[in-house]
C-alpha cells in the first residue's frame, strides 16, 4: 500500500492551493481519509477528514476555507482544496487512510509554504 500527498509548494497568503493523496494497494473508497499537518516545531494535528460515506469534518481554524473531497481519478483518493491560506497554515501535510487497526496507511508530506 502506498500513499503520495502532492500538491504542496509557496503561495501568498490569501492564495490557494489544492492538495492531492494518490492511493495505491488498497480501495481508498471503504477507507475514511483524513489530512493533517505539522508546522514547523510544533505536533502534527488533524486537518480534515471524509469518511466512507462522504461525510466531512474539518478542524475549526480551516472551516470555510478548506474542502477535503474524494477525487473520481482512479488513482487520487482525496483532495484538499485550501483557499484563503494563512501564514499559519505553513506546515507539511500527510494524508492518511483509515479502515481499521489494522488498516491504517499514512503517506509522504507535501510542504505547503504560506509567505509573502
Known amino acids: 500500500v502506498q500513499l503520495q500527498a502532492s500538491g504542496g509548494g509557496l503561495v501568498q497568503p490569501g492564495g490557494s492551493l489544492r492538495l492531492s493523496c494518490a492511493a495505491s494497494?488498497?480501495?481508498?473508497?471503504?477507507?475514511?481519509m483524513y489530512w493533517y499537518r505539522q508546522p514547523p516545531g510544533k505536533q502534527r494535528e488533524w486537518v480534515a477528514s471524509i469518511a466512507s460515506g462522504g461525510g466531512t469534518n474539518y478542524t475549526d481554524s480551516v472551516k470555510g476555507r478548506f474542502i477535503i473531497s474524494r477525487d473520481n481519478n482512479k488513482n487520487t483518493a482525496v483532495t484538499l482544496q485550501m483557499n484563503s491560506l494563512k501564514p499559519e497554515d505553513t506546515a507539511v501535510y500527510y494524508c492518511?487512510?483509515?479502515?481499521?487497526?489494522?488498516?491504517?496507511?499514512w503517506g509522504q508530506g507535501t510542504e505547503v509554504t504560506v509567505s509573502s
Open positions: 494497494g488498497i480501495i481508498s473508497s471503504i477507507y475514511a
Open positions: 492518511r487512510a483509515f479502515r481499521n487497526a489494522y488498516y491504517d496507511w
